[in-house]
Structures are given as structure tokens and as C-alpha cells.
């Protein structure tokens, strides 16, 4: 029986390489099949990541990527790559028995989702995205490691990281590679002060509707510590890809019905991608929001969810 959230299942798939997922399914478990991707690296699933989803209608299926949520071990990167979630799929999709399933996700979930049809198109039914990210170089230096991408945008957070970055004898260019060692627990000081101060660089790029806010290194919890780990992880083995890899193999899903919803103002990652992707896909659909930033205002949530129904409509019809 499902909950009043929808949830109707949570459990685990079995133990391998050291990690334990946790996946939950929601709404109706005959439904239409969708897979909904958290994005990251290093966040974990939650309820509006599905409620732009007919709980009537769909058997959506979401889960806990390694070493975050509620998978275990918190925060553990050894066995943690791009191909691991890949292969985490799979077998949370044979598990269920499922043939074909549509694929969604945002930002990091968007990277995966592009890069599971790839891998797996005849498993695909459509692809629902949101704020594309693409993980190549271009856009990693825009966001974090160049001066004159974002930075321009935000010189007063800016200045504020490379004040930390200087401090830990680190750069934007080498900072992942050379923070991440450093991450001990929440109990450690140093390491609550270098997990706000990467937190207080990204989630200011978040949205354009609010003033620059800044977390304290007393808050950070062992979530947070977790979260930033895997981020630099993946970070520093520039998210376990090629450059440019969607992109190079974006033909083999040219096929595939998608939909992709995008901010006009998102700066962390700009709109140029989800055009990249548009432009390269013959069965795709850009909606643009153009109050929106990375993080979607309530009335693009809204949009979005109108956009993805109309969508599933069309193609399960």
C-alpha cells in the first residue's frame, strides 16, 4: 500500500564492491515505468524529484547512488565511478523485471541519463531532462576552475573561495584533487571549513532569485562531509568520462524521444548545453523557462510537470 507521499516500496539491492543501494519506487507499481535520476554528484533522492510525476499512472523508481542517501557505506568513493551507477541500473532494472523504462533526470541526473540510453538504447523508452550538464571541460572550467566564466557573474563569492583555496595552498584548477584528501568527519574543523566553503561556491550559483547566503562551518553535518566527497571524487577524474562524450556518441540515441526543460538564467550550467543536445537529437523538445535559474522558480516546477505529462501523453499513446 502506498504512503500518502506515493512511496509504496524502499529496499535495497545486494551488497557488491563494498556498497549497498537503496531504492525506492513510488505510485503504481503496473504503471509506466520511469527512472528518476538525483543529481550530484553526491546528492541523494528526494520527493520532488517525482512529484512532477502521475502516481496514478507511473511505477516511478528512484534510488540513492553510491555512498549517498541512504546507501551505504555514507560517503565511501573507492568502487564509485560513472560506469558504477551505469551498472546500478541494470540491475535495479532487471530486479523489477522491467523491459524498457523512460529515463529522467536533472543536472548530474541529466549526465547519467544521457549517458544510460547511450549505453543502453533499446532499454529506453524517452529521455525527460532537466538542466543539462554535459561533465566536459568546457563547462566544468566555466562553473569552478576559469576566470571568466561564472566568476564574472559572482566576483564577491569568488574572491571568498580563492581566499579558502590560498589558505589550503590549492587553486580553482587543482582544488578537487587537492581538497579531498583532506576530508576527514563533520568532528574535524578543517574539514568543516573547506565543505562550506565548496558548498558556499555552488549553491550561490543555484538560482539568480535570491541574495548570496553563506553556510557556516558549524553546520556541516556528516551528510554534507559525504556529499562534497564524492563530489570532488568524481571532480577530480573529470566524472570518469571522456571530453565531450555525450556529444560524441549523442547519434546512437538520436531515435529516442526526448524532452528537455531548461532556466534561461542558469549559470552553473548554461543553456548552451541543453542547445547542444537539442540540436543534435531529431525527436527532441527544448522548453525553455525564462525565469529560471539551475534550480527551477516554482512556476518553471510547474511548467516542468505540465511539460513532462504532455509528454508521456504523446509518447505512450
Not at 40 to 58: A, E
Not at 80 to 100: F, P, Y
Not at 206 to 212: A, G, I, L, N, P
Not at 238 to 266: M, Q, W
Request: charged residues 20%.
Amino acid at each position: 500500500m502506498a504512503s500518502s507521499n506515493g512511496l509504496f516500496s524502499e529496499w535495497f539491492l545486494p551488497e557488491i564492491d563494498g556498497h549497498t543501494v537503496a531504492v525506492y519506487e513510488y505510485g503504481n507499481p503496473t504503471g509506466t515505468p520511469i527512472i528518476v535520476l538525483h543529481g550530484g554528484p553526491g546528492d541523494k533522492s528526494k520527493l520532488k524529484h517525482v512529484t512532477c510525476f502521475d502516481f496514478d499512472k507511473h511505477h516511478i523508481i528512484t534510488f540513492d547512488q553510491r555512498g549517498c542517501g541512504s546507501s551505504t557505506p555514507l560517503g565511501l568513493i573507492k568502487n564509485n565511478t560513472t560506469a558504477d551507477t551505469l551498472k546500478d541500473m541494470e540491475r535495479i532494472r532487471v530486479k523489477l523485471g522491467i523491459d524498457k523504462w523512460y529515463v529522467s533526470g536533472g543536472s548530474w541526473g541529466s549526465t547519467l541519463s544521457l549517458l544510460y540510453a547511450i549505453n543502453n538504447p533499446s532499454r529506453v523508452l524517452g529521455l525527460l531532462l532537466t538542466s543539462i550538464f554535459l561533465a566536459n571541460n568546457k563547462y566544468e572550467e566555466w562553473a569552478f576552475a576559469k576566470e571568466g566564466g561564472v566568476e564574472e557573474l559572482y566576483p564577491d563569492v569568488w574572491q571568498k573561495r580563492g581566499t579558502l583555496l590560498d589558505q589550503y595552498n590549492t587553486n580553482p584548477q587543482n582544488f578537487a584533487r587537492d581538497i579531498l584528501p583532506r576530508l576527514v568527519s563533520s568532528m574535524d574543523p578543517q574539514t568543516m571549513e573547506l565543505v562550506a566553503g565548496i558548498q558556499n561556491w555552488e549553491n550561490n550559483l543555484m538560482s539568480t532569485q535570491f541574495d548570496v547566503q553563506y553556510v557556516s562551518p558549524i553546520d556541516i553535518t556528516d551528510s554534507d562531509v559525504a556529499s562534497v566527497k564524492i563530489m570532488l571524487h568524481y571532480e577530480s577524474n573529470n566524472y570518469f568520462l571522456a571530453d565531450d562524450e555525450i556529444l560524441s556518441n549523442i547519434d546512437k540515441i538520436n531515435n529516442i524521444p526526448t524532452i528537455i526543460v531548461h532556466g534561461r538564467y542558469d549559470v552553473l550550467c548554461p543553456l548552451k548545453q541543453a542547445w547542444e543536445i537539442h540540436n543534435s537529437l531529431s525527436n527532441s523538445e527544448l522548453i525553455i523557462l525564462p525565469g529560471s535559474g539551475h534550480r527551477l522558480t516554482s512556476e518553471g516546477v510547474i511548467a516542468r510537470g505540465l511539460a513532462y505529462q504532455k509528454f508521456l501523453l504523446k509518447h505512450q499513446s
